[in-house]
C-alpha cells in the first residue's frame, strides 16, 4: 500500500492551496483518513480527519479555513486549505486508519508574509 501525496508548495499569506492523498494497493476497511503536519521542532499534530461516513473532525487553529473531504471509490482524502496563515508552514503527511495505520511521505506547505 502506497500513500501518494500531491498539491503542497509555495504560497502567499491569505492564498489557498489543496492537497491530495491517493492510495494504490488493497486496503481492507479504510475507517478514518486524515491529514497531519509537523512544523520544525514541533511534533506531529492532526490538522483534520474524516470518517468513512463522511463526518470531518478539525485542529481548532484551521477551523473555518480547511475544509477535507474524501472519496471512497478512488481511496483519495483532500484537503482544502484558504487563508492560508504562516503559521501554517509545515509537512504534510496523510494518514489512513485501517486495519493497519498508512502514512504518506509528507508534502512541504509554505506560507509566506
Known amino acids: 500500500v502506497q500513500l501518494v501525496e500531491s498539491g503542497g508548495g509555495l504560497v502567499q499569506a491569505g492564498g489557498s492551496l489543496r492537497l491530495s492523498c491517493a492510495a494504490s494497493?488493497?486496503?481492507?476497511?479504510?475507517?478514518?483518513m486524515g491529514w497531519y503536519r509537523q512544523a520544525p521542532g514541533k511534533q506531529r499534530e492532526l490538522v483534520a480527519a474524516i470518517t468513512s461516513g463522511g463526518s470531518p473532525n478539525y485542529a481548532d487553529s484551521v477551523k473555518g479555513r480547511f475544509t477535507i473531504s474524501r472519496d471512497n471509490a478512488k481511496k483519495t482524502v483532500y484537503l482544502q486549505m484558504n487563508s492560508l496563515k504562516p503559521e501554517d508552514t509545515a509537512v504534510y503527511y496523510c494518514?489512513?486508519?485501517?486495519?493497519?495505520?498508512?502514512w504518506g511521505q509528507g508534502t512541504q506547505v509554505t506560507v509566506s508574509s
Open positions: 494497493g488493497i486496503i481492507f476497511r479504510v475507517n478514518a
Open positions: 494518514h489512513v486508519e485501517s486495519l493497519y495505520d498508512y
